[in-house]
């Protein structure tokens, strides 16, 4: 099981890396619209809608990857101070009775919405460009088949710590930086 566990994890991270890109493809495009919009007075017409799809699509498929990298927010006031068996315990009820409903809705809702927008194919109203959008709709049921395969992967690595007591170590991609500091004190 455990490679079971790396290989989906490993899948999310390599997909959050890839769209990772997006935060270079969004500068480079806020900056040159910044620039020809005030500096030349002659705005594009694609920029707006092109940054909307890429901050959505960075948005969208980071999900798989926070989860696989135990990055979400959380509220851990309490939960940080219980045993390991509780916690695996509680994340697991808690993963079959919110997360997998809510990841289900997400893949079946954004399937019908990404093939009716390919069925029209779909572009945007809110500009004279009239992009396509369809293509960036497709990641709505991607990311929900993502984060349900992670989440997967997550119900594995709670019922191996509700049995051993022990969290499995995941694939170090980040590290949040009050873990870097606490670890230099150290």
Known sequence: MTSFVYMIESLSVWVGRAFGWCILILTFSVSYEVFVRYVLNSPTVWAF?????????????????????????????????????????IDFVLYLIFFFPGMLALFWYGWEIASDSWRYKEVSWNSPARIQ?????????????????QGF?????????????????????SKETEDILTSQNN
């Open 49 to 89: 809608d092109m940054m909307i799809q890429m901050y959505g699509a960075l948005f969208l498929m980071a999900g798989p990857y926070a989860l696989a990298q135990d990055t979400h927010v959380r509220g851990d006031v309490l939960y940080r101070l219980f045993p390991v068996k509780w916690q695996a315990t």
């Open 133 to 149: 959008i369809y293509f960036f709709k497709t990641l709505i049921p991607l990311a929900g088949f993502l984060l349900i395969l």
């Open 153 to 173: 992967a997550e119900l594995v690595r709670c019922w191996r710590a509700m049995r051993s007591g022990k969290w499995m170590p995941r694939l170090s991609d």
